[in-house]
């Protein structure tokens, strides 16, 4: 949960669930859960009117903080500290804890601001109405998940029951880096939308009985290291939500299974006609090099504005002097160079602000020398519904010859790339902004590229 408050405040926003799903405030209108016994509902109402204590106490440290009113950020301070320690000896009496309300409040004391006792208005200091609220909201929809069984998607796509709590806390157990738990689809809201219920209980409802039945469905959300990309476990009320949730899954992987397939099936479909042009050489080397350059700016203008410009080169990318460029045994690999390559321009290249910077990962074989022997036009065609890493490749040669074209200069071979990808597009039937002419609404990529060989 801290790490899910982290995110945003980096955004700048707070997140709450969907008001379908669950709100707060006069839309909480719910008989309380019956699991709960009168006592967790007294001791439940104590902390929620403490984490409200706590919220005044805070827009009032907050306000301190901001006129550098010293004694008033002490005051403030002290009321925080007491109010915070009372929610959680509370919520620890709770019979089912409000693990992410306590994890909240247990954060808020750790803040920075606090810890120092001092009255900055720094980021911190504006960070903690924000993790009130987030309390306040986590101790709602705890308590309205309970102690009972919910239903959720188990391996081989059979319905198990479980709690989410109870599931989080085992994965808190056996120290997960991040565990969160809310409600399904929560939605992203801007602070001043909640600020007033956290601060008065005269715009909020604050018995805890309301927070009930609304809340239909909760996720779990985990890494198990920081570095891993977050799974998310879906839990559902009833079993027929979750029967519901399973079927729609499974059409969704049925349809997934079946756009794979016919991509597989275009794909091959434009590797045939791709090979049948006598003038071009598939490609099917297992790696990857990356290729820049700078496209100048020729003062021309096309049709609708836009400028024309003209590459000066095909440099190869390398990591390392000793060899002529760096190879890639993925196409991913490559791409994620690329993007860094984009980010930081190399310093040998002088780029005019009308000028550009091009570069693409095409395929080359291992470094096997480092003699350049000159260039050859690389063709890059995207089947339709592809991705650049589902990309066909072909290299430009004489007619029905089963070796490519070697242009000795750069200028050569970019002059012999336009003549021979306007000859592709008509071959394969599609015109210059890639349309297929039988079917217009079909389109692929299609485009060329001179790459240095060695």
């Not at 995110?7 to 709100?23: I, K, N, R």
């Not at 705890?142 to 994965?171: C, M, V």
């Not at 990591?319 to 160079?337: I, Q, V």
């Not at 071979?413 to 217009?440: F, Q, Y």
């Amino acid at each position: 949960m801290l790490k899910l408050l982290k995110m945003a405040l980096v955004a700048g926003s707070f997140l709450l669930p969907a008001p379908d799903v669950f709100s707060l405030g006069a839309g909480l209108t719910t008989a309380a859960r019956a699991e709960q016994s009168p006592s967790d509902q007294a001791t439940a109402n104590a902390a929620l009117r403490s984490l409200h204590d706590l919220a005044r106490a805070i827009a009032n440290y907050q306000q301190a903080a901001k006129e550098n009113d010293q004694l008033g950020c002490h005051e403030a301070y002290l009321s925080i500290q007491k109010l915070a320690h009372a929610a959680l000896t509370e919520m620890h009496s709770m019979s089912s804890q409000p693990i992410d309300a306590v994890e909240d409040v247990s954060s808020l004391l750790r803040v920075g601001a606090l810890a120092r006792n001092d009255c900055s208005f720094d980021l911190d200091t504006r960070s903690l109405l924000l993790i009130g609220g987030q309390a306040i909201s986590a101790l709602r929809y705890d308590y309205a998940i309970g102690e009972g069984d919910w239903f959720t998607i188990s391996e081989g796509a059979a319905i198990s029951s479980k709690n989410p709590l109870r599931y989080s806390q085992s994965l808190r157990d056996q120290s997960y880096s991040w565990v969160s738990v809310r409600p399904k689809d929560m939605l992203v809201i801007a602070p001043s939308d909640w600020k007033a219920e956290m601060a008065s209980r005269d715009v909020d409802d604050s018995t805890i009985e309301n927070s009930g039945a609304n809340l239909n469905a909760v996720e779990v959300a985990f890494r198990q290291r920081p570095e891993d990309t977050n799974t998310t476990v879906y839990f559902y009320r009833n079993k027929d939500d979750a029967r519901s949730a399973m079927d729609a899954r499974n059409a969704l992987v049925e349809a997934d299974a079946k756009a794979e397939a016919d991509l597989k099936a275009s794909k091959a479909e434009w590797g045939k006609k791709l090979a049948s042009l006598p003038y071009l050489i598939p490609d099917h080397k297992s790696g990857f090099k990356l290729v820049y350059g700078v496209c100048r700016d020729t003062g021309k203008r096309n049709a609708d504005g836009s400028r024309i410009c003209t590459e000066d080169g095909s440099r190869d990318w390398s990591d390392d002097r000793r060899e002529p460029y760096h190879w890639f045994s993925d196409f991913h690999s490559c791409g994620d160079a690329q993007q860094r390559l984009i980010g930081d321009v190399p310093l040998d290249l002088k780029i005019n602000s009308d000028d550009a910077f091009v570069s693409s990962c095409v395929p080359a074989p291992k470094v096997n020398g480092h003699s350049p022997k000159g260039y050859v036009i690389m063709f890059t065609l995207i089947a339709p519904g592809a991705m650049e890493d589902d990309a066909l490749y072909a290299t430009l040669s004489e007619l029905n010859s089963k070796s490519a074209t070697v242009f000795t200069k750069f200028t050569s071979c970019d002059e012999a790339i336009e003549p021979a990808h306007a000859l592709a597009l008509t071959d394969l039937g599609v015109d210059k902004n890639g349309n297929l002419l039988s079917d217009r609404t079909i389109s692929i990529g299609l485009w060329a590229t001179c790459v240095r060989i060695y």
